[in-house]
């Protein structure tokens, strides 16, 4: 047999001889009810037909003989009776090297206006994490080139790390700086509902024909249906996925993760699930440990390192979100707005950030600046109501009076510029010089 009669075969083989059809009867709020596709089952793709257009709708639950729907756009033409199709699939993305130095949304398509993107692999969203027996230890160094993390908050590729922080405390500005420098191969941006003028921005601060180069972008702004910020979310794992499946070392920012969790929230009160902490259901927590999970370092030798940040209301770090993503992840970064209000950036509170990992990543000489550095500022903030009074008197404890004296050198060198690059073994070396009282 030939190669093209082997082709034709394989085409009829994989072609959709018949349609499995039902019809919309009724629409609640963001749930819409039809009777069938029969075949289809939760988490299937279907296309709704409207006046002009199809549109993509996920079954999301089931109601005796009904299939509810959540439209991935918007319902306006939406009638009882439109014809719900079956694509007898889950949602799925096709993913390749293409998709580098592209800005894209929830489905891979292209908004950057730079044409259509070359397919690949496809793959669908919704995955399962890796078995624990195909993950390696997270045992290098990820330099970040910020020396607050380098040093005191060391991360290491395949870490999932929060960044935790209420509103305007620097927290865009400081991804901004991590997705700039970090080392990695591909760094996979994740912006889940945000504001859209963010996105413009961060292209604008990439400038040079190679700012963009190793960059995907998803996108998925406030004004998108729930269902797509949350599928965005899901498509840019997966896009880490594919590339770390290939050896590669992928950085992935979600900003942010409460964003997705409140999507999370819309669709689960949609379907009925019942009302917890602040009206989150019971699936939001557990669908933000299955998407936490996804990242890791791989036996292949791949890895995909999480930045997620966490946006905490009214800087309260305890609230439900900000709890459990605490649980999951292998630490986090704290951003005060007391450090921002002084114009102290990146504004990280050095004291209630932790690395979890941070302490079998580095050597024995790193080890001991780092728990120096730590010593003098809890110190200092256990002491701070003495100080402020000027009741402190000079000699009384040895400790605090050295604290004091490195103090004014380690808020220079805990302070960074947007744009000042410093490499992690400048930046200890600095820490040495600042600990003893010099300038870094």
Not at 27 to 56: F, K, M, N, W, Y
Not at 281 to 306: D, I, N
């Amino acid at each position: 047999m030939t190669d093209v009669s082997t082709l034709l075969l394989e085409r009829v083989a994989a072609a959709r001889l018949t349609e499995h059809v039902g019809h919309v009867v009724r629409q609640v709020g963001l749930l819409v009810e039809a009777t069938g596709p029969a075949c289809a089952g939760v988490g299937d793709l279907c296309h709704i037909s409207l006046p002009g257009r199809i549109l993509p709708a996920e079954v999301v639950g089931l109601d005796g003989v009904r299939l509810l729907l959540l439209p991935y756009g918007e319902t306006g033409g939406l009638r009882a009776g439109s014809r719900v199709t079956a694509c007898d699939r889950p949602l799925s993305v096709d993913l390749g090297p293409a998709l580098l130095g592209r800005v894209v949304d929830a489905f891979c398509q292209p908004l950057d206006g730079k044409g259509d993107i070359a397919g690949g692999e496809r793959r669908p969203i919704r995955r399962r994490p890796a078995g624990p027996l195909a993950r390696r230890g997270i045992d290098t160094v990820l330099e970040t080139r910020v020396r607050a993390i380098d040093t005191l908050l060391t991360l290491g590729y395949g870490q999932r790390m929060a960044i935790m922080a209420g509103s305007g405390v620097g927290k865009s500005t400081l991804l901004g700086m991590l997705s700039r420098h970090c080392v990695a191969d591909v760094i996979v941006v994740a912006l889940i509902g945000e504001r859209g003028r963010e996105v413009l921005e961060f292209v604008e601060n990439r400038p040079g024909a190679d700012g963009m180069r190793n960059v995907v972008m998803v996108v998925a702004t406030a004004d998108e249906p729930a269902l797509v910020r949350e599928a965005a979310a899901l498509t840019a794992m997966t896009i880490g996925e594919f590339f770390s499946d290939s050896g590669q070392a992928v950085l992935l920012i979600v900003d942010s993760l409460t964003r997705y969790a409140m999507a999370r929230r819309e669709i689960g009160l949609a379907t009925g699930e019942p009302a917890t902490s602040r009206g989150y259901t019971p699936s939001v927590f557990s669908s933000l440990a299955c998407l936490l999970e996804r990242c890791g370092a791989w036996v292949g030798g791949g890895s995909m390192t999480g930045l997620f940040t966490v946006l905490v209301e009214g800087d309260d770090v305890y609230d439900p979100i900000a709890d459990s993503v605490r649980g999951i992840a292998d630490g986090h970064i704290v951003l005060s707005r007391e450090l921002a209000q002084r114009g102290h950036y990146p504004a990280i509170d050095v004291l209630a950030s932790v690395s979890r990992l941070a302490s079998g990543l580095v050597d024995d000489g790193a080890q001991a600046l780092m728990c120096a550095c730590r010593q003098a500022l809890g110190l200092l903030a256990l002491n701070q109501d003495v100080l402020a009074l000027g009741a402190y008197r000079e000699g009384s404890q040895p400790a605090l009076d050295a604290a004091i004296r490195v103090r004014p050198a380690l808020d220079r060198f805990l302070q960074q510029a947007t744009g000042e690059v410093c490499a992690r073994d400048t930046a200890l070396a600095a820490l040495g010089v600042a600990l003893d009282g010099g300038r870094p």
